[in-house]
């Protein structure tokens, strides 16, 4: 079992910039690949950056490529996601996500994450 609890969320003027973080309880947190998603209201919940185990990998959403940053501390079994440039259309409940790495199927595959946060309120003000 593995909780995430989600922070770093806010109001920011766009153009601005937030780190959002994501510590995971219990001892495996290495052997997850961990993702961020988010959902705006209306709409659903969409993929947005992703990371290996071991920080080798990451993947972006192309809305965000460019501009959001996806890493992780293993020692501090955390994620981060730093968001820069940020858009009025950024606006959304950020949710920390975790699977096991071993899992093959496509990262940005909602229903592949077994373990969720509790969601983080970004609002970018124009």
């Known amino acids: 079992q593995v909780q995430l609890v989600e922070s770093g969320g806010g109001l920011v003027q766009a153009g601005g910039s937030l780190r959002l973080s994501c510590t995971a309880s219990?001892?495996?947190?290495?052997?997850?690949?961990m993702a961020w998603f988010r959902q705006a209201p209306g709409k659903e919940r969409e993929f947005v950056a992703a990371?290996?185990?071991?920080?080798?990998?990451?993947y972006y959403a192309d809305s965000v490529k460019g501009r959001f940053t996806i890493s992780r501390d293993n020692a501090k079994n955390t994620v981060y996601l730093q968001m820069n440039s940020l858009k009025p259309e950024d606006t959304a409940v950020y949710y920390c996500?975790?699977?096991?790495?071993?899992?093959?199927?496509?990262?940005?595959?909602?229903?592949?994450?077994?373990?969720w946060g509790q969601g983080t309120q970004v609002t970018v003000s124009s």
């Open positions: 996500a975790a699977r096991s790495e071993g899992d093959g199927r496509s990262v940005y595959l909602i229903a592949t994450y077994s373990y």
């Open positions: 990371i290996s185990w071991n920080s080798g990998i990451t």
């Open positions: 219990g001892r495996t947190f290495s052997s997850y690949r």
